[in-house]
């Protein structure tokens, strides 16, 4: 990732006019207020109760870098994670509790750009644009690799639950103009997550229902992946069924298109169901976000051929089954069954599959909740505690 270090102007360079040659103007660097204070949000992933409000000088952007001032910020649970000291699973990620701004999902606005290299390939920002973050800052294209995942937003490097913040050029993509910032905020990790699930294979839809076959999707829960991959699927033309714990919650998902909704409080089996609801075939593509208490489960009733996308451990990181049952990889060879962890995804499908699809249909991200900047703990315990989260919890930072 670029240097966070201050350019405090260009060098100077001198133009000269040669014979039919036009002269050459160098963009303007536009700098920032250094007079303000930067107002944050800070963990040392001791737990939720110390999440702790504090001010820093206020950053200049180096050269290929931005300073964003940010609008919105919408919650992972990942971020939670961090805040309790949890995310420790990648081994590339340090494990270092120093004071860190958490979260990596923001909305902002330019005001202030870095001087640019006349052969570098990062977009070319303006103040005044609005831009959504990456999550993994260097994953630009392709697979994702171990050095990419010391590039994460919230852990290891700043998050973006801070007024402003300097991110690389490349960090970031234009905002679609009829998303309000709190809407925005939400794409970056629950609906990229969601498409990289639907889609595996980089067969992006074009939106427009029977042109494909029709796939029966499988979403777990609620929160902000599961309700942003019903609104995909739906406009893709899929089938969708979801699950919840809460009657209130599975009608609110049928409003926003879910063709069936099970309860697992009340179906203990809920994967007995879903093979009744798709006459035995089992779902083509399942959003494992349950973990150690529901993988089994949708081993059970997965399609032949289908995919299972391993995205979350709400559940539990640890199987705790005492008794003797048959081994994944049977359970993964009976069905011909695809098991594929998704990391979100690059910034290139992002960017140029994703958010045109969202713009062509016109799909509003599901805000479930909204706090100010000043309610940033209580955001995090509501979202962690209260049990009802449906789609997103937002931060509203200016």
Not at 62 to 88: H, P, Q
Not at 212 to 220: C, D, N
């Amino acid at each position: 990732m670029p240097s966070l270090s201050t350019k405090e102007s260009l060098p100077h360079r001198n133009h000269f006019t040669v014979s039919a040659e036009p002269t050459v103007t160098r963009p303007k660097l536009i700098m920032a207020d250094t007079t303000k204070k930067v107002q944050q949000w800070t963990t040392r992933g001791d737990g939720l109760d110390n999440l702790t409000r504090s001010s820093a000088p206020m950053p200049t952007p180096g050269k290929n870098e931005v300073l964003v001032e940010i609008k919105a910020v919408s919650l992972n649970y990942r971020d939670t994670e961090v805040a309790m000291g949890l995310y420790n699973h990648h081994k590339s990620i340090s494990k270092e509790e120093k004071p860190l701004v958490p979260c990596s999902d923001m909305c902002g606005v330019i005001v202030a750009v870095g001087p640019e290299d006349d052969d570098s390939s990062s977009p070319k920002w303006q103040k005044g644009d609005r831009v959504i973050s990456t999550f993994i800052q260097s994953h630009l294209s392709g697979q994702i690799t171990a050095a990419d995942m010391a590039q994460g937003l919230g852990k290891p490097l700043e998050g973006v639950l801070q007024t402003y913040r300097v991110f690389p050029a490349q960090g970031l993509v234009k905002c679609p103009d009829y998303l309000t910032d709190e809407e925005a905020s939400c794409l970056p990790i629950a609906a990229l997550t969601a498409w990289m699930s639907l889609f595996p294979n980089g067969d992006a839809p074009n939106g427009e229902a029977g042109k494909k076959k029709k796939k029966t999707v499988l979403l777990q829960g609620t929160g902000g992946v599961s309700i942003a991959a019903l609104q995909i699927a739906k406009t893709a033309g899929d089938k969708v069924i979801i699950t919840s714990s809460s009657d209130d919650k599975l009608k609110r998902a049928k409003e926003l298109g879910a063709d069936y909704g099970v309860n697992y409080r009340t179906e203990k089996q809920w994967q007995d169901k879903v093979m009744e609801l798709t006459d035995s075939q089992g779902a083509d593509i399942i959003l494992e976000v349950g973990g150690a208490e529901t993988l089994y489960k949708s081993l059970d009733c997965v399609a032949f051929g289908g995919t299972i996308a391993c995205i979350g451990y709400v559940s539990g990181k640890e199987d705790t089954e005492t008794q003797t049952r048959m081994n994944i990889n049977l359970l993964v060879l009976r069905r011909n069954v695809t098991l594929k962890g998704i990391l979100v995804g690059p910034r290139d499908v992002f960017e140029g599959q994703m958010l045109p699809f969202y713009e062509k249909n016109g799909i509003r991200p599901v805000v479930g909740r909204v706090f100010g900047f000043e309610e940033g703990k209580d955001a995090f315990q509501w979202m962690f505690g209260s049990g009802k989260l449906f789609g997103k919890v937002v931060v509203r930072v200016s």
